[in-house]
């Protein structure tokens, strides 16, 4: 083999090359811990007699035995319906917020932006434990200094950790963590839009809240189905709030999420092949929303592309 044909041969393998590492990482830690997780949703633990000694429990095949028992289990359908509730609040509120908070940003005569603009983004950077903690404890009566201002002023101190305010208390600790991520990615596609744009609203009479209603929220619609392709899935996948504020209230169950259930089911219970199950059924359901919600976003561009 010449020289030269060696050197044809380097150069076509070298994105290879470098794609191997990436390809052997997806493969360890993404590829195969799904796939072991499917094997395990079709298979459960059968015990033979007292379950004592060897061979006394085995693992057998179960088909789809799993998944029908977690799609009748009420404890994971209850989880998905407060997931629902939890996400009507977060969802809209968060965005709402993030999109108002970008386009004061982006108007003319804002001060101080670069500080603004941390200030608003930085509690994104605390991580989500710690930022249930200290809200969890603020919600507290007896330690919180909300409830000590309002006992002073003889006003009614409402329990945010009982009953119906529940969600609220769980929603504002996502709103306050979440707004600042969405409102980088929404201010950052405004500083996109051309000046011209601008100038030339501006020219034709469009006052400040023309401009912004009719040029600038049209414009970085793909910014807002991104944010909320991303917050859905966020809050299909809600956790730790719920979980770092149980030990604070009783309101709280260890099944409240589906992915609460999916934990106690593996840990609490032992049971790695019904959770295996509820967890792909978790998976799926948000595959299946983020694809259906991404074809109808891509549908309504073409729509408006093709007027």
Excluded: C
Excluded at 94 to 112: E, I, N, P, Q
Excluded at 174 to 193: D, E, H, K, P, Q
Excluded at 241 to 250: D, H
């Amino acid at each position: 083999m010449t020289s030269a044909r060696r050197r044809s041969y380097g150069v076509k393998g070298a994105p290879y090359a470098f794609l191997l590492p990436a390809v052997i990482l997806f493969a360890l830690f993404f590829a195969l811990p799904i796939g072991y997780a499917l094997w395990l949703s079709l298979h459960k633990v059968k015990v033979s007699g007292l379950g004592l000694g060897a061979g006394a429990r085995k693992e057998v095949w179960a088909g789809i035995g799993n998944y029908t028992d977690a799609l009748t289990d009420n404890e994971l359908l209850s989880g998905a319906l407060r997931v629902v509730g939890y996400g009507a609040i977060v969802v809209p509120v968060m965005l709402g917020l993030a999109l108002v908070f970008a386009l004061m940003l982006d108007a003319d005569k804002v001060r101080f932006t670069p500080f603004t603009r941390l200030a608003i983004f930085l509690p994104y950077a605390i991580p989500g434990v710690v930022a249930a903690l200290l809200w969890g404890f603020l919600y507290l009566p007896d330690v919180s200094p909300f409830y000590f201002v309002l006992d002073k002023l003889g006003m009614p101190q409402p329990d945010l950790l009982d009953g119906g305010p529940l969600y609220l208390a769980l929603s504002n600790i996502a709103v306050w963590g979440g707004t600042g991520f969405n409102m980088i990615v929404i201010y950052t596609s405004l500083r996109s839009i051309p000046a011209e744009v601008y100038e030339a609203a501006k020219l034709d009479g469009a006052t400040p809240l023309q401009i912004a209603l009719r040029i600038k929220i049209p414009m970085v619609a793909p910014s807002l189905v991104l944010t909320f392709f991303f917050s859905i899935i966020a809050t299909l996948q809600v956790f730790s709030e719920p979980t770092t504020l149980k030990p604070l209230t009783n309101s709280v169950s260890t099944t409240w999420s589906p992915l609460m259930k999916v934990y106690q089911d593996a840990f609490g219970k032992g049971d790695i092949y019904s959770a295996a199950a509820e967890a792909t059924i978790i998976a799926i359901v948000t595959l299946v929303l983020s694809f259906g919600f991404l074809r109808a976003a891509n549908s309504r561009n073409k729509q408006e592309a093709a007027r």
